[in-house]
């Protein structure tokens, strides 16, 4: 949602649609993160920066600057949680790039599994795990999201 959204139009209007193409252009993978520190920008501490629901759901200038304040803070956290823009009861994670997580570390198991059947051994240390890529059009969940959503596929 948050790549596709920003252009659909409402439900029922032509522009809601995801094509055939489309599907066979993006890649998706499972990523792992190790242990991280985040700024949860879900609830009452926008309150105590003295900003509101403007630091996720703003104009993109306005958002960057507030991601970038955060990731030069003294705390070194490593991302924000915060809401999708585009459905309120999902939840996003902004991770900003950290050395510790690099270079990304790569685990074929990470596909194959579950999203809790996988185990973090200790050798992949704090670095950031992905399991092979594969077309979006081939994501076991896509259909299923899509018929939620109301999004037409086209060829």
Request: no cysteine; charged share 25%; proline share 5%.
């Amino acid at each position: 949602m948050e790549i596709f959204d920003d252009r659909w139009g409402a439900v029922g209007t032509l522009g809601r649609t995801l094509t055939r193409h489309e599907m066979k252009e993006w890649w998706v993978t499972r990523v792992n993160l190790p242990e991280v520190e985040l700024f949860d920008a879900t609830g009452a501490n926008l309150s105590k920066l003295g900003t509101d629901a403007q630091v996720t759901t703003g104009q993109y200038t306005i958002t960057r600057e507030w991601a970038l304040r955060l990731m030069t803070h003294p705390a070194t956290i490593d991302g924000i949680y915060y809401s999708s823009r585009h459905d309120l009861e999902q939840r996003n994670i902004a991770l900003f790039q950290r050395p510790r997580f690099l270079p990304a570390r790569f685990d074929i198991a990470l596909y194959a599994s579950g999203p809790n059947d996988w185990n973090r051994t200790i050798a992949f240390g704090d670095k950031l795990v992905h399991g092979p890529a594969s077309l979006l059009e081939n994501h076991s969940e896509l259909f299923d999201l899509l018929r939620d959503l109301e999004v037409a596929v086209l060829p």
